[in-house]
C-alpha cells in the first residue's frame, strides 16, 4: 500500500476537525459551520465577500480540471497558489 503524501494528511486532519468542531456545535446546540455559511450567504452585504472567497477556493482545488490556457489567465490571482509562490524556498 502506498504511503500518503502530507497533503492528504492535511485533507483527513481537515476533516477530522470539521467534523469534529460542527458535533461539538450541535452538542452545545449552536450554529454549526454550514448554518453560520448559509446565514452569511443570505446577508445582503457579507454575501459578498463569502462568495468570493468560495469561488477562489473552488477554482484553486479543481485548478487541476482547468484547460491550460484558461490556467494560466487565472494563475495571477490564485490567492492560494500565490500565497505558496510567497513562501517557497528560492
Not at 492528504?8 to 477530522?16: E, F, S, Y
Amino acid at each position: 500500500m502506498p504511503r500518503m503524501r502530507a497533503g492528504a494528511w492535511g485533507w483527513v486532519g481537515l476533516w477530522g476537525y470539521i467534523v469534529t468542531y460542527d458535533a461539538w456545535l450541535i452538542r452545545r446546540r449552536k450554529a454549526t459551520l454550514s448554518e453560520v455559511f448559509g446565514e452569511a450567504v443570505r446577508h445582503p452585504v457579507k454575501r459578498w465577500p463569502v462568495m468570493v472567497a468560495w469561488v477562489a477556493v473552488t477554482l484553486h482545488l479543481f485548478s487541476e480540471l482547468i484547460p491550460e490556457p484558461m490556467k494560466r489567465r487565472l494563475a495571477p490571482i490564485d490567492p492560494i497558489a500565490a500565497m505558496g509562490r510567497l513562501i517557497e524556498p528560492q
